[in-house]
C-alpha cells in the first residue's frame, strides 16, 4: 500500500529509541524524510536536534530547524514522554510540574510551532501518543494518567481548531509496550518487583495476553500520519491489545 509519505518532511520527538525510534523508521522506509530529536546526541534522522523538550524554548527550536533545514513541516508526531511509579499521596508540587513539562507542553509547544508552517504549506498531519491511562486512570502512575488525559483533550481541540486549513490531529492510546521505560534496568517492571513476575502479570492483564511490540504501536502512527488516513481527525485510537473497553 503507498502511504503517500514520500518526500513528507516528518518531525518525531523522543525518537533515540522505543515507539518513536520505530515510526521514524517506519516513515523512512515509507520514502518520508525525518527529523529525529532527544537527548541523546545520535539519531536515524536526515536531520538530528539533540534537545531536552521538556524545557521552554526547545520544541520552538526543533520545528525552527526543521524548517530552516527543509522549508516546511509535513508531519509531527508528538511522541516524547516519560513516568515513574509513584502514589497518588506521594506527588510534590514540582512532580506535578515536572510531568505536566514533559508529557503535556512537550505537545503543545511543537504544535503550536508546527501550525503556522504546516498552514502555509496548505495543512499536515499530527499524532500525539497518549495512553491507555488516560483513559482508566492507573493508580501507579497518577500524574501520567492525568497529563495524558490532558494531551487527549488537546488533541481533539486542535483537529476542530485546525481542521478548516488541512490539519488533521488523533491521538492514540498504546499499552504497556515492550520498550526500554519498561524493560530497561531500573524501568517500570523494576520499580514493581521482580521483573519478570510484573512482566508476566502486565501481559496477562490484557486481553492479547502479553504487551505490544513498539513497532506494532508505530504502525498505526505511521498510518495515521499518512493520506490513506486522509479523513481521519479528532480520534483517539486505542492500541492496547484490548485493554480498555469500547463503553456503548
Known amino acids: 500500500?503507498?502511504?503517500?509519505?514520500?518526500?513528507?518532511?516528518?518531525?518525531?520527538?523522543?525518537?533515540?529509541?522505543?515507539?518513536?525510534?520505530?515510526?521514524?523508521?517506519?516513515?523512512?522506509?515509507?520514502?518520508?524524510?525525518?527529523?529525529?530529536?532527544?537527548?541523546?546526541?545520535?539519531?536515524?534522522?536526515?536531520?538530528?536536534?539533540?534537545c531536552d523538550l521538556s524545557s521552554a524554548g526547545e520544541p520552538e527550536r526543533l520545528v525552527a530547524e526543521t524548517v530552516?533545514?527543509?522549508?516546511?513541516?509535513?508531519?509531527?508526531?508528538?511522541?516524547v514522554g516519560g513516568t515513574a511509579i509513584?502514589?497518588?499521596?506521594?506527588?510534590?508540587d514540582g512532580d506535578w510540574q515536572a510531568s505536566f513539562e514533559l508529557n503535556l507542553m512537550t505537545a503543545i509547544r511543537a504544535t503550536r510551532a508546527a501550525v503556522p508552517v504546516m498552514r502555509e504549506h496548505g495543512g499536515g498531519a499530527?499524532?500525539?501518543?497518549?495512553?491507555?491511562?488516560?483513559?482508566?486512570?492507573?493508580?501507579?502512575?497518577?500524574?501520567?494518567?492525568?497529563?495524558k488525559a490532558g494531551l487527549l483533550s488537546y488533541s481533539r481541540l486542535?483537529?476542530?481548531?485546525?481542521?478548516g486549513?488541512?490539519?488533521?490531529?488523533?491521538?492514540?492510546?498504546p499499552g504497556p509496550t515492550g520498550t526500554e521505560a519498561w524493560l530497561g534496568a531500573g524501568g517500570l517492571a523494576d520499580q514493581q518487583g521482580d521483573r519478570?513476575?510484573?512482566?508476566a502479570k502486565v501481559g496477562a492483564g490484557r486481553p492479547l495476553g502479553r504487551l505490544a511490540r513498539p513497532e506494532e504501536i508505530a504502525a498505526v502512527i505511521v498510518f495515521l500520519c499518512s493520506e490513506r488516513a486522509s479523513y481521519v481527525t479528532g480520534a483517539a485510537w486505542s492500541v492496547d491489545g484490548g485493554t480498555v473497553p469500547i463503553i456503548i
Open 165 to 173: 486549513a488541512g490539519i488533521r490531529c488523533n491521538a492514540i492510546t
Open 126 to 147: 499530527i499524532v500525539n501518543v497518549s495512553s491507555t491511562s488516560a483513559k482508566r486512570p492507573s493508580g501507579t502512575l497518577p500524574d501520567y494518567s492525568v497529563m
Open 158 to 163: 486542535v483537529a476542530d481548531s485546525y481542521a
Open 1 to 50: 500500500m503507498n502511504l503517500g509519505l514520500t518526500g513528507k518532511i516528518c518531525i518525531v520527538t523522543g525518537s533515540t529509541s522505543g515507539i518513536g525510534l520505530h515510526v521514524a523508521e517506519q516513515l523512512r522506509e515509507n520514502g518520508a524524510i525525518i527529523v529525529t530529536s532527544g537527548r541523546r546526541d545520535d539519531g536515524i534522522g536526515d536531520l538530528h536536534v539533540t
Open 196 to 199: 519478570e513476575s510484573v512482566l
Open 86 to 92: 509513584r502514589r497518588l499521596e506521594e506527588l510534590t
Open 68 to 79: 530552516e533545514r527543509f522549508g516546511q513541516v509535513d508531519v509531527l508526531v508528538n511522541n
